[in-house]
């Protein structure tokens, strides 16, 4: 690790003098030599190369779009953390910027910057961001330099916070306390400001601070502290939603992302009800408002072992943007912007389907395509979509809807690699109004996958089918009949 370490820190004092793998030009042509692995997805954004995790200081400035992310230039690993950035003006093609940030040789982010977000303050975006020192994790601030957000200067005051609050925190062989990631809004002239964390012997918590002027904070307490053995001891990347009557705080528990709903006052969050976003891979997620609706990003992380990781060159994908807004239920549905990437199309008309029935959907096959179908289970016991199936199914993976409610993802013939996860991951009971009945839009592309549920929840998930021909799909009625009132399939575009 020490070796590693260095060699980071070699590459770290390099992008000083604009070399790779740091600038836009140089990460295009690395996305294009890593483009041939079979693994890679076309329409999720994932890294040009080398690691990705926690989707970053999401914005909507000057007409577009702008993307940063958790990156190692150094390789397809956790270290030396970096922020790279894409953007694109219609949300779903991206184009690969330089690195935006560097941890500085010295200063409170020599060790990596970060997971934060940005805000627009009078005009000028600014990061905040998480700066990794030997023991210490504390914020920092950076302004933008231009309108393209290329690059930012930081505050010669970082950390713009001295020390974590005096809470009973943890602290581990490597950290004095865990104390990181940023999400900070406006209110009447106020900044507001939750950091991650966790208070010993009690749970996960987001800590408070306000400024006037994203420089001079002042704690303000704990607005909601979880029990840890319901929602974790540590809270990381939390992520707040004003929805006007009703508030939403999503937070990630180092094992997924958990969300509230209920009101903010300004000091505190009470608690209505807990919601899950997702029951698979998505980590770390962040969002923005934009219009009436939130748009979220999450890190869907490898399940295959680190050193296929390192043969491939790359790590980590982000979840197609999702839209979420809040009626009396919370949606969460794929961007309606992402259909601009449809290109052929099958559907199947309203019909039944008995257990026996051919496969209607025999002609379609792909890595990149999109399922929108709406079924009921009739008299069946379950329905099946199979996926990403070799010609003698001795590949393939089944999204399964059973009567009692469940919906699972069975990876146990995804690949015939044995270094890759083949745990089933499942949403246990399906939100929805009619049980029977079930909305399933299903995003396959390449080992990325994201099942959308209802509009209420999602899933997503890796896999790695090792056959160049387990491209196949098909549907199926088990133990009786099926009726399918609209099935649709289409071939997705590259998004690159
Ligand atoms: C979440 C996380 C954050 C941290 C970042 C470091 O995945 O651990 O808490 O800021 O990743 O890369």
Same mark, same amino acid.
């Given at each position: 690790r020490t070796l590693l370490a260095g060699i980071d820190r070699f590459f770290a004092a390099d992008v000083r003098f604009g070399r #790779?793998? *740091?600038?836009a030009e140089a990460l295009t042509e690395l996305r294009a030599e890593t483009?041939?692995?079979?693994? #890679?997805?076309?329409y999720h954004f994932s890294p040009p190369a080398n690691w990705l995790n926690d989707p970053n200081g999401l914005v909507y400035w000057n007409d577009r779009y702008h993307l940063f992310y958790q990156y190692?230039?150094?390789?397809? *690993?956790?270290?030396?953390i970096h922020w790279g950035h894409a953007e694109s003006d219609d949300l779903v093609h991206w184009t690969d910027r330089s690195v935006a940030l560097t941890p500085s040789l010295?200063?409170?982010d020599r060790d990596g910057c970060w997971s934060g977000c940005m805000v627009v303050d009078d005009g000028q975006p600014t990061v905040v961001y998480t700066g990794a020192d030997g023991r210490k994790q504390l914020p920092c601030i950076a302004r933008a330099r231009d309108d393209d957000l290329a690059a930012f200067e930081k505050h010669p005051?970082?950390?713009?916070?001295? $020390?974590?609050?005096?809470?009973n925190l943890y602290a581990t062989e490597e950290w004095d306390a865990e104390f990181r990631d940023h999400e900070v809004w406006r209110e009447d002239g106020t900044w507001y400001h939750l950091v991650g964390s966790g208070i010993v012997d009690e749970g996960g918590t987001v800590f408070l601070y306000r400024s006037p002027d994203l420089t001079e904070w002042t704690y303000a307490g704990t607005p909601l502290v979880g029990e840890r053995d319901e929602t974790g001891g540590i809270w990381e990347c939390p992520d707040f939603m004003d929805f006007g009557g009703e508030q939403v705080l999503a937070v990630s528990n180092l094992d997924s992302v958990i969300g509230f709903r209920g009101s903010f006052d300004g000091d505190t969050f009470d608690v209505d009800r807990q919601v899950t976003f997702?029951?698979?891979?998505? *980590?770390?997620s962040q969002s923005i408002p934009d219009g009436d609706r939130y748009l979220s990003w999450g890190w869907i992380r490898e399940d295959r072992e680190e050193s296929a990781q390192w043969d491939a060159g790359w790590s980590g994908a982000l979840s197609v943007p999702r839209e979420i807004s809040l009626d009396d239920e919370l949606s969460i549905r794929? /961007?309606?912007?992402?259909? &601009?990437? #449809?290109s052929d199309h099958e559907s199947v008309d309203e019909r039944s389907l008995d257990?026996?029935?051919?496969?209607?959907? /025999?002609?379609v096959e792909g890595a990149h395509l999109e399922f929108d179908l709406d079924v009921t289970?009739?008299? &069946?016991d379950a329905f099946d979509l199979v996926v990403r199936a070799s010609p003698d199914g001795a590949e393939r993976t089944v999204v399964r809807y059973e009567a009692d409610g469940t919906l699972t993802l069975d #990876?146990?013939? $995804?690949?015939?690699?044995?270094?890759?996860a083949t745990e089933p991951q499942s949403i246990p009971d399906v939100p929805?109004?009619?049980?029977?009945r079930i909305r399933l839009r299903v995003l396959v592309d390449a080992s990325v996958l994201e099942l959308f549920v209802n509009d209420r929840t999602a899933l997503s998930s890796r896999i790695y089918p090792t056959?160049?021909? $387990?491209l196949g799909v098909s549907v199926r009625a088990r133990g009786g009949r099926v009726q399918v009132h609209s099935l649709d399939v289409w071939t997705l575009d590259s998004a690159m």
């Open positions: #790779r793998p *740091y600038t483009a041939p692995d079979p693994h #890679r997805p076309t190692n230039p150094g390789g397809p *690993y956790h270290g030396t010295e200063g409170p005051g970082n950390p713009v916070i001295e $020390s974590p609050p005096d809470a997702d029951h698979g891979n998505f *980590y770390a794929p /961007a309606p912007e992402l259909s &601009a990437l #449809r257990p026996d029935d051919d496969n209607p959907l /025999a002609d289970l009739e008299s &069946a #990876r146990r013939d $995804s690949s015939q690699s044995d270094a890759v929805g109004s009619d049980p029977d056959r160049s021909d $387990s």
